[in-house]
């Protein structure tokens, strides 16, 4: 049987799992992710690693990490998140636990996962949008991901058609997607309608304690559970910005299906619908022609590591 390993490098902890040929995860292990040092998240992905292949024949260790990673696989160019730039990410961490290595942008890894295991394996093409503290993005095309000249493509995110000159966003430009439809971005419409219309966020401003600002969003989910207008006008905000999206990655790619992955998916329904309802509203001129189906992903958090996992196994091959 032929093992290979799967590491998430996030912004709070970096995750392995041992994966098999058939892409289930065998086991898994974690440590927390060193902040700001660069020579500390090697070191903790090797103790994972470490740990997962002791007593087993492992082939090759494939990284997802948030970021710009150069177009052969081996440097991270820019991670915001974990501050670094140009770092050769493979070969450091190949020297150290002395495997092969390939390192891939996380969506990537996770649309990749998806895409051969998980709610898009029976389509050729498709995009992932991972809506958590930003918007990740993810696309295959032709059952290859589209990484682009520079290894760059697909951030999705960071597509800044939605609103030219609006909010500020953390890769430097306004008014990119991700401001509009993150986690943190329901959490903002939350906390704004609540302070403008408290007398339609009785439920939300009882969870947080009747301060606006405290709200979160869990509670922004919990709230809209119980109906609170507010909650749901924000679910119904951000359904409109990723709708719309995802109605022009339709008129770009025409994939086969969508998906909607991270954390803010927990929220079900209440998140499918409204980007469901933009989603129909914003392609309505294309009539009968048939539009991919909007769907949640079905890995969740192990989409990463097995996408990672199956990257390292064919890495002779894949594109
Ligand atoms: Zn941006």
Same mark, same amino acid.
Request: a positive charge; one cysteine or more.
């Given at each position: 049987m032929s093992l290979t390993i799967g590491v998430d490098i996030g912004g709070t902890k970096v995750g392995g799992g041992l994966v098999d040929e058939d892409g289930n995860v065998l086991a898994t292990s974690r440590r927390p992710t060193p902040a700001d040092d660069t020579s500390g998240v090697i070191q903790a992905v090797k103790e994972v690693v470490d740990e997962l292949r002791a007593g087993r024949e492992v082939e090759a260790v494939g990284i997802g990490a948030a970021g710009w990673i150069s177009s052969d696989r081996s440097?991270?160019? @820019? %991670?915001p998140n974990l501050s670094? =730039? /140009?770092?050769?990410l493979r070969d450091k961490v190949a020297a150290a636990i002395d495997l092969p290595v390939v390192v891939e942008n996380d969506a990537n890894v996770a649309i990749w996962g998806e895409h051969k295991? !998980? %709610? %898009? =394996?029976?389509?050729r093409s498709s995009v992932l949008y991972t809506i958590g503290t930003g918007v990740g993005g993810g696309i295959v095309v032709k059952d290859n991901l589209l990484r682009g000249t520079n290894g760059v493509a697909a951030e999705i995110g960071h597509i800044?058609?939605?609103? &030219? !000159?609006g909010r500020e966003c953390g890769c430097g430009?306004? !008014?990119? @997607?991700e401001q509009y439809a993150s986690g943190r971005a329901l959490t903002r419409a939350a906390q704004e309608g609540a302070a403008e219309h408290p007398e339609k966020a009785a439920v939300l401003l009882k969870l947080a304690g !009747? /301060? &606006?600002? #405290?709200?979160t969003g869990r509670q922004v989910t919990e709230a809209a559970r119980q109906g609170d207008e507010v909650a749901l006008g924000a679910f119904d905000f951000i359904g409109f910005y990723l709708g719309n999206s995802a109605a022009d990655m339709v008129n770009l790619i025409d994939p086969g299906v969508i998906l909607i992955a991270g954390g803010?998916? /927990?929220a079900g329904d209440l998140l499918l619908d409204p980007i469901r309802k933009h989603y129909k509203e914003a392609l309505a #001129?294309? /009539?009968?022609i048939p539009v991919a189906e909007v769907r949640a992903a079905e890995l969740g958090s192990k989409a990463g590591v097995i996408g990672a996992s199956d990257l390292a196994r064919h890495r002779e091959i894949v594109p």
């Open positions: 440097t991270v160019m @820019l %991670a670094w =730039k /140009d770092e050769p295991y !998980g %709610a %898009a =394996k029976r389509h800044r058609s939605v609103m &030219p !000159g430009r306004t !008014g990119c @997607l !009747g /301060d &606006p600002e #405290s709200i803010v998916v /927990d #001129s294309r /009539d009968r």
